[in-house]
């Protein structure tokens, strides 16, 4: 819901003032007096409200029984529903502000405008959110502005999560009910990792990926924070699991932070991807969680960056030499104070 809060606020106010740009260039002039544009101010910003309102309802939860359909008839379905909720709010608003019947020259002129611009803007709108949830709306500003065409180096945060014991899963419940718990799974933690400020950069079979720039916004330890949010959305859900699944998943995570080279990659599809020994510590991190016995594990260098939740026990476990790395890295496993 927070997440929601202060789009809401940038969406009542570009309807505000679009409603006064739409006063200015399409009404009469005789009629451009304050009362008139604080009306048509009103009006556009209860219709982008309205707008809104549809478009958090088909992006929560509760719209999946439109978001199993395809695609096309998806975004359609979407569009029709929001022209005609957009619709029935500009009838309204047009009584309340008025004060009276409404008009039949705004019935035959300004109302057909309105349901089609709603319906169309809509359709791009859906369109552009669909794209985003495929590629990330920081991949796709980065890719759109060619920050990444050539290979960058940026120093990162990455957290690398898997689901434990998937392959003993598979074989217990069948690849497509396992499927559908790892489904459910990445769905259920992602609000927890876009609060923290976290992106994710890929799933890869039953891991998740997920980066942080390693900035000053870093220092109060909110990629750490992020695994237990993580944790406290599977608890608060674990009886719908059970009923779902017969099991609550857990989870391991490796969290190491350095220099990432980050590129486009392919032709017929493109996508970033990330390269240096920053990764392929922070992957053999993960693995190493299960041979320490512990759920969170962490590196040296990024404690030298980060601090952590002063509620968080930070456990020193020494050097180790993980696989596949010549130079042995210092790792303290983090878990909750009693």
Known sequence: MRRAINPTIV???????SGMVYRHFF??????SVFNYLRSGLHAMGIALAGWGVHLYFTSRRSAWVSKWPLLTDLAMRS??????VAVTALGL????????IKVSWLTDAFPRIVALSFFGALFVGAVYELTRL??????????????????????????????????????MGELRVQNLLTRFFHDIDDAIVAHGGEVHAYVGDEVIVTWPLDAGM?????????FAI?????????SYRQAFGMVPNFRAGLHAGPVVISECGNSRRQLAYFGDTVNVTARLQEYCKEAGRNLLVSGDLLRHVRPNPKLLVEPLGHAQLRGRAA??????VQRRA
């Not at 029709?80 to 909720?85: E, N, P, R, S, Y």
């Not at 796709?140 to 690398?160: D, I, K, S």
């Not at 042995?328 to 496993?333: D, M, R």
């Open 231 to 239: 944790a406290d959305t599977i608890v608060a859900k674990a009886d």
């Open 219 to 227: 220092s109060g330890g909110r990629c750490i924070d992020c695994f």
């Open 94 to 101: 047009e009584v309340v502000l008025n004060e009276q019947w």
């Open 135 to 172: 590629v990330g709306n920081r991949v796709l500003f980065n890719v759109a502005l060619g920050r990444y065409r050539v290979p960058v180096r940026e120093e990162r945060v990455l957290m690398f999560l898997d689901l434990a014991g998937s392959t003993s899963l598979a074989e217990s």
């Open 328 to 333: 042995a890295i210092e790792v303290f496993a």
């Open 27 to 32: 009404d009469l002039p005789i009629e451009a």
């Open 11 to 17: 969406i009542a106010v570009s309807g505000f003032l």
């Open 80 to 85: 029709a529903i929001m022209a005609l909720v």
